[in-house]
């Protein structure tokens, strides 16, 4: 199994372009999360799905969509990047939910200039 | 604002020695993971707790919920280099999981 993978690991966009964060997991789980990792911030919840055709906000959502066709992939979109939006972003999943063990990708370091 | 508070936010001691985070809050939580995070990757799952008063230990590693459920430590004895990193608390609460900022480790040689 690969876990939990995200794409790229690396990426620097100019203000205003829009681009997609890959997050793939073959664990078979239900659960699929985004969040943020801002320094002395922790991790901030994006968005959630519960499954395939399901999704949901997290703390802050403002300026990312996303989408669940698949179980198996998670795609995070910055319609249009802000200078705010630079952060280190995580994917994770899970087989239960929220109680269950959160399996979390390697991440990607976003850079808004 | 933070639901979880997490102190200290650094710590640095020598190897051999011991050490406690906290992870503090106002709120219940239904349970509680702890978490470590090495440079560069994402955070790994050291355990989870459920029950109020709970204790659970992981070799070194010793992990409390608080009776009421609002908090929880972790206490690491005679600490090693191995131990180094970001230790992340996070609560479920209303069906989402909440994180603190986190208490970096430096444990030296």
């Known amino acids: 199994n690969a876990g939990v993978t995200q794409t790229p690991k690396f990426q620097v966009l100019k203000t205003g372009q829009s681009m997609t964060l890959q997050c793939a997991q073959d664990m078979n789980h239900e659960y699929m999360s985004w969040y943020r990792q801002d320094p002395g911030m922790g991790l901030r919840l994006i968005h959630y799905?519960?499954?395939?055709?399901?999704?949901d906000q997290g703390e802050v959502p403002n300026g990312y969509n996303v989408s669940r066709s698949t179980t198996e992939d998670f795609p995070l979109r910055l319609l249009s990047a802000a200078p705010s939006q630079t952060s280190v972003y995580f994917c994770?999943?899970?087989?239960?939910?929220?109680?269950?063990?959160?399996?979390f990708g390697p991440g990607t370091r976003l850079t808004v200039l | 604002t933070q639901l979880l508070e997490q102190s200290p936010q650094f710590l640095s001691i020598q190897e051999g020695e011991n050490l406690t985070v906290y992870c503090n809050s106002s709120?219940?939580?239904?349970?509680l993971q702890w978490y470590r995070q090495e440079p560069g990757e994402g955070p790994v799952l050291l355990v989870t707790?459920?029950?109020?008063?709970e204790v659970k230990k992981l070799k070194r590693l010793t992990f409390q919920f608080g009776d009421a459920r609002k908090d929880s430590s972790l206490h690491i004895t005679a600490a090693q280099t191995g131990d180094t990193g970001l230790y992340l608390c996070a609560g479920v609460r209303d069906y989402k999981l909440s994180f603190g900022a986190g208490t970096t480790v430096t444990v030296r040689a």
């Open positions: 707790v459920v029950t109020g008063g």
């Open positions: 994770a999943s899970s087989y239960a939910g929220v109680t269950d063990t959160q399996y």
């Open positions: 799905s519960v499954g395939a055709g399901i999704t």
């Open positions: 709120s219940v939580f239904s349970s």
